[in-house]
């Protein structure tokens, strides 16, 4: 730490969850969800940080706390999960921090808020290149701490250049403000003089990410396992079961452990205790599967529910076009199965599709028309599609999260509408994201308590946002095509590493001795 009583802390952060198969993220990708320079950073600073991610607001929100410091703001990038980013804007992101940093006061420590599971066009670890420029600039003594979504993959070069990562414990992810104050107070811990070392382990295991949830299961069992292990010296444990779609040189799980000091004897206890979660992660490793219905079983527990008033409503969860994945939020085969069946009374968002919204908002309130979905798509699985509705509603979808991941959080949905074809309600919004909080549906004045059977483009965030009135007993997540589908077999794993389970599922492994 520099000769002086408030330390600077740098603020930065690259954040995709890239899906290999979705489009590019260009500049503009992240432009539209955040991409925040300094005195951007600095506005939100001196407002109510809504525009920030949770785990910086987290951060932030210690260090006040804990007293004087200077934030030194250099960079957020956030886009919403999609494709790898652009090669080429992503090395002048990379700049831009580079000069940020190199220009800033000396520098006490660095913050990164990061996601994990981001690629390029041309790389498969723009995460490392990241951390391995910081540290670069910063050099070997300053502390580097960064957060991470649990869908991330660690790498080699990540683990080299940052001194502590900490991933969140949660999925639906509701412990971004947690981690972010779990990380601050470790950074204070180390501008007092604490020193750390840590050991990462990678388990060749890929997993749908519907038998990734923290609620339960076996993901669920390994985190809590992994927390009963902390103790004075161990500092944190972060399990990151990765992200498949990503289809990448990266994939597998990824366990890091980190503990004070940088002795033999602090070295050998974080290796011991990444090697047990391991073989208690590859032990278990079979029950990672999936419990997905069929498009039969979808329509008969709709109907059952429609046709008793006595039994609670359902959510029917099409993970396959999953936003907060990579998905366009636009698929029709739901829609398209419930039209046909003539009898289904549901409620079925978000459909992206900006077009269609437009033309609702220009057409007016109880128009009847011909609602074509998809007609300037060419992303694979975004089928057109034509039918006719009458709008319902409309709106300009500007609103603030109420629950789980997108809580406190301003979003944009952009132009809104509310369709009504036959006796489907459908919430057509402009600008991509996924069903994940109950005022996205608020906003088009539905009754969420009222509605018996509800469809949601997301794959388990939504479970956080409408555990008012649907627990666990009422989703049913339907197998339907889509790019952030969970059934492995349908997904193009080309580039992932082999041999690594279920893909090659008589393969044999141990941890690797050290």
């Known amino acids: 730490m520099s000769n002086k009583t408030i330390p600077n802390i740098a603020i930065l952060g690259f954040s995709l969850e ?13 432009v539209a969800s955040q991409y925040l320079d300094a005195d951007e950073i600095k506005k939100e600073m001196e407002g109510d940080l809504a525009g920030l991610r949770g785990d910086v607001c987290g951060f932030f929100s210690r260090m006040n706390n804990n007293g004087a410091w200077n934030a030194v703001p250099i960079l957020l990038a956030e886009a919403l999960p999609g494709g790898p980013a652009d090669h080429e804007f992503f090395l002048e992101m990379l700049e831009t921090m580079r000069a940020g940093l190199s220009d800033a006061p000396l520098v006490d420590g660095v913050f990164i808020s990061e996601h994990g599971a981001g690629l390029t066009t041309e790389d498969d670890d723009p995460d490392g290149i990241v951390f391995n420029m910081v540290r670069e600039v910063v050099g070997p003594s300053v502390p580097i701490i960064t957060v991470l979504d649990l869908h991330g993959h660690v790498t080699p070069r990540m683990q080299a250049s940052a001194d502590v990562i900490i991933a969140y414990l949660t999925n639906p992810h509701v412990d971004q403000f947690e981690r972010g104050e779990e990380a601050a107070e470790i950074m204070i811990s180390m501008l007092g003089g604490m020193q750390t070392s840590s050991t990462l382990v990678r388990v060749p295991m890929i997993s749908p990410a519907v038998s990734l949830l923290t609620k339960q299961g076996p993901y669920a069992d390994l985190i809590r396992y992994g927390q009963t292990l902390l103790n004075e010296s161990i500092v944190n444990i972060s399990i ?65 529910v429609l046709n008793d008033p006595d039994k609670p409503g359902i959510i029917i969860a099409d993970v396959a076009d999953n936003p907060g994945g990579g998905g366009r939020g636009n698929t029709v085969y739901v829609l398209r199965r419930m039209i046909e069946e003539k009898t289904i009374n549901a409620t079925i968002g978000l459909m992206i599709d900006p077009a269609l919204a437009e033309e609702a908002h220009q057409l007016g309130l109880g128009i009847k028309f011909r609602a074509r979905f998809n007609r300037h798509e060419i992303t694979k699985y975004s089928e057109k599609f034509e039918t006719d509705a009458v709008v319902i509603n409309l709106v300009q979808g500007n ?34 994201h996924q069903l994940a909080d109950p005022a996205f549906v608020e906003i088009m004045g539905i009754d969420i308590s009222k509605e018996r059977v509800l469809v949601v483009k997301s794959r388990g965030h939504f479970r956080a946002g409408f555990d008012e009135h649907h627990d666990a007993n009422q989703i049913f997540e339907v197998d339907a095509p889509g790019l952030t589908t969970p059934n492995l077999t349908q997904l193009d794993l080309s580039r992932v590493p082999r041999p690594i389970f279920p893909l090659d599922s008589e393969m044999k492994w141990k941890v690797p001795k050290v």
């Open 18 to 30: 890239a899906n290999r198969q979705a489009p590019v993220s260009d500049r503009k990708a992240f």
């Open 240 to 304: 990151l079961a990765g992200f498949a779609p990503a289809n990448a040189s990266t994939n597998g799980m990824s366990i890091v452990v980190t503990v004070k000091g940088i002795n033999l004897v602090s070295k050998d206890i974080a290796q011991k205790t990444a090697n047990d979660i391991a073989e208690k992660a590859w032990l278990d490793r079979a029950r990672y599967t999936t419990n997905l219905i069929n498009f039969d079983k979808m329509i008969e527990l709709s109907k059952s």
């Open 399 to 432: 609103c603030v999260g109420r629950r789980g991941v997108y809580a406190g959080r301003r979003t944009d949905l952009g132009l809104c509408a509310l369709l009504k074809i036959d006796d489907i309600k459908v919430i057509v919004a402009s600008e991509r």
